[in-house]
């Protein structure tokens, strides 16, 4: 199984276009130790042909062109792309709009939770997505369920989806409600675990969650890697920047530190490699000098930079 980080950012990417913070300021500046990030994806495949790609964020076409593992092979047909299937994690908008960019009639699956495929449902543009060339199936809670291309043949990357705490999209908030609680545990949130035949282990990829709990500390060990929610290096960490007004877990994400952060959570539990993804804008964790960085390093944590790979 090998496994690509193609986008390691939170929504917005690195720099967001319109954040004017210190940080998105050195990555602009080219300040050593601060670099670009596109928003959140995993690229997997177990054959090394098809790939299974997990969120189609809306920096898809930038991350295909930087990895040529996902373009077109020199001897393939006018009309092509590695690309069998896309796993859809939520419905957030930095996970589903890059399905807009594989319209051209091209073939391939969308697996994601019935809650999911029903807010593609409900809005007509996904529609380019003709489905009866591109089929969407329906990704259930299950354990060694087969991704399998347009066509129904097997790529060799099986998941097993998970429900895991989070919150509906942003653009399903019902708006002018302060005291509503947009928090879910039912699938509108999922984590995946990924493995192959011939596989040496399974990586877990999570990019977003809460908070933890003890049954997912367990599921997660002996994990050959695990791509975990990097949102927040603080709860507070965007309203101390000045930048918004949301805690990371109003938002649906857990902080890294802090006695109910992951770095705790996790401690003790067994994996082989632990990395931090979908990055967002203000995490000081960014900036490579910083002491958070060095904290999380210390901890034994990864910070994830798109075209990481991983092989087991």
Not at 134 to 142: F, G, I, K, T
Not at 273 to 294: G, K
Request: aromatic share 6%; proline share 5%; hydrophobic share 40%.
């Amino acid at each position: 199984m090998r496994i690509k980080i193609i986008g390691s950012a939170a929504g917005g990417g690195f720099p967001q276009w319109n954040c004017n913070y210190r940080l998105s300021r050195a990555a602009r500046d080219g300040v050593a130790g601060v670099h670009s990030r596109t928003q959140s994806s995993i690229a997997a495949t177990a054959n090394k042909t098809d790939w299974v790609l997990f969120n189609a964020s809306p920096d898809i076409r930038q991350q295909i062109a930087q990895t040529p593992d996902l373009q077109p092979a020199d001897n393939s047909s006018l009309r092509s792309t590695p690309i069998a299937a896309v796993v859809l994690s939520n419905a957030d908008v930095d996970h589903v709009s890059g399905l807009l960019s594989l319209r051209e009639r091209q073939p391939f699956a969308i697996y994601a939770t019935a809650q999911v495929l029903g807010t593609l449902e409900a809005n007509s543009i996904f529609n380019v997505l003709d489905p009866e060339i591109v089929p969407r199936r329906v990704l259930p809670p299950m354990d060694g369920l087969s991704i399998r291309d347009a066509d129904g043949k097997e790529t060799g990357v099986v998941v097993d989806a998970f429900p895991v705490p989070g919150k509906i999209a942003l653009y399903l908030e019902q708006r002018g409600d302060p005291s509503a609680s947009f928090s879910s545990d039912t699938g509108e949130t999922i984590g995946v675990r990924i493995t192959g035949a011939g596989s040496s282990g399974a990586a877990f990829y999570i990019p977003g969650c809460a908070r933890l709990y003890p049954s997912l500390r367990t599921r997660v060990a002996n994990a050959a890697c695990l791509l975990f929610d990097g949102t927040v290096y603080t709860d507070d960490e965007m309203i101390a920047a000045g930048v918004g007004s949301k805690t990371g877990a109003r938002m649906g994400h857990i902080a890294m530190s802090g006695e109910a952060g992951s770095i705790a959570g996790f401690a003790g539990v067994k994996i082989g490699r632990r990395i931090f993804v979908h990055i967002n804008n203000t995490n000081p964790v960014l900036d490579e000098n910083s002491a958070e960085h060095a904290a999380v390093k210390a901890a034994g944590w990864e910070i994830a930079m798109d075209g990481m790979e991983m092989e087991f």
